[in-house]
């Protein structure tokens, strides 16, 4: 059995962290299953440490589907997303097209209040939580520029093209059946632009990000709040620096 941990230790993942994992199970270029992975981290971070991954449904729920189901409708992006929303003690935030999944000792703080919010990754989302908590961001793979993080930045930047100009209906089913409806913004700007948010990679040094190899990945490790910080002073310059205007 392959030893993550020392990929994890290298890298500069510690145990305790709060750690938001975006990953390509195809890049880690290993025969270990996805639930392997998964256990190796989360026991690796420990009682004091949470794991977070983006569950995001964006393609299947929408103005066509409405109907969000926090414990049956499966995320649209990847493997391990879909592998980790099974597993035991693995909690999901309240959001039909950017929930996120957690497991660990901040599980529950980080995706109790997402239901509260109006915007895909507004105040009270994981994503946002996670630099208010000192949380880091673990890309596994060449996979910066899909950084679901960088939308909180932008929500909180303003940033012109980020949310739509009006509200789509969606129903909401908690884990115990019941549901409700909701109407909330949302984000589709792929028509207009290209995200481009690998270029955090220019606004931030070592320690504050940090490089090397999980297996045979790739992988970037970042701190959340640095991110933050130095993201929402970038958008004051320039609006539009992480996408390509089509």
Do not use: W
């Not at 270990?32 to 690796?44: G, K, R, V």
């Not at 949470?50 to 992006?77: K, M, W």
């Not at 999980?214 to 310059?237: F, G, N, R, Y």
């Amino acid at each position: 059995m392959y030893d993550f941990s020392k990929d994890f230790a290298a890298l500069g993942i510690l145990p305790g962290d709060t750690v938001l994992m975006h990953s390509s199970m195809k890049a880690l270029g290993t025969d270990e299953t996805p639930e392997y992975f998964l256990n190796s981290l989360c026991e690796y971070l420990g009682e004091k440490g949470t794991l977070l991954l983006p569950a995001l449904t964006y393609s299947n729920v929408g103005e066509h589907q409405p109907l969000f189901s926090v414990r049956d409708t499966e995320p649209c992006i990847g493997l391990l997303p879909r592998t980790f929303i099974k597993m035991e003690g693995v909690i999901r935030s309240m959001h039909p097209t950017h929930s996120c999944a957690a497991k660990g000792y901040r599980a529950e703080e980080m995706t109790s209040r997402h239901h509260l919010d109006k915007t895909p990754v507004g105040e009270n989302s994981p994503f946002r939580i996670l630099a208010q908590v000192g949380g880091k961001i673990l890309m596994v793979g060449d996979i910066n520029d899909h950084c679901t993080f960088m939308h909180g930045m932008e929500e909180i930047g303003n940033a012109p093209y980020c949310l739509n100009k009006h509200t789509t209906r969606y129903v909401l089913e908690d884990y115990d059946g019941t549901q409700r409806e909701v109407h909330l913004y949302g984000h589709d700007f792929k028509d207009i632009a290209e995200q481009k948010y690998s270029r955090f990679e220019n606004i931030l040094s070592f320690p504050d990000i940090r490089r090397g190899k999980i297996c045979k990945a790739d992988c970037t490790l970042i701190s959340a709040p640095a991110l933050q910080k130095a993201a929402v002073e970038k958008l004051k310059q320039d609006p539009f620096y992480f996408i390509i205007q089509k």
